[in-house]
């Protein structure tokens, strides 16, 4: 199951990278595409400017580099869960922080809450799954 959902987080994180690299070439006008993209980039737009809260003072290309940054955690953080490094955990951690503090900054819930929460609940999985071994090769128990 683990593996499972590390390579969840990563196929996430790389979509994150992808879009993200994509919509701030597009907002910064290095180039068009029209269709779903075009219209994405309207909505975000329209979104920003219309928040009542911007705590950060996002921009579209600073908030498409935002979710870039949180891609490239989240695709690092389950290369080092695979890799069953400490790192890798940390990154998924900054993911979910990062991807909380998007809720705070525009002071908004939406649909996308239920992706942290899932993320929450993969990450405890992953924490459970990760649990040191005794030196027999058991599972420690709890306490």
Known sequence: ???V???LFLASGLI???VGGIMIGLSAGWWAMGGEAEEALVDT???IGESESNLVGF???SYFAFIMFMGLSISLGALGQIWR???GFVLIVVY???????FVNFMTINPKVIFLALGV???LVLWWANRPEEPGGKLLSGP
Do not use: K, N, Y
């Not at 979910?96 to 998007?102: D, V, Y």
């Open 1 to 3: 199951m683990a593996i």
């Open 5 to 7: 959902i590390c390579v």
């Open 16 to 18: 994150r990278i992808g």
């Open 45 to 47: 737009v329209r979104f």
């Open 59 to 61: 921009t579209p290309v």
């Open 85 to 87: 490094r400490q790192w």
């Open 96 to 102: 979910l922080l990062s991807h909380a503090a998007l």
């Open 121 to 123: 609940l993969f990450t």
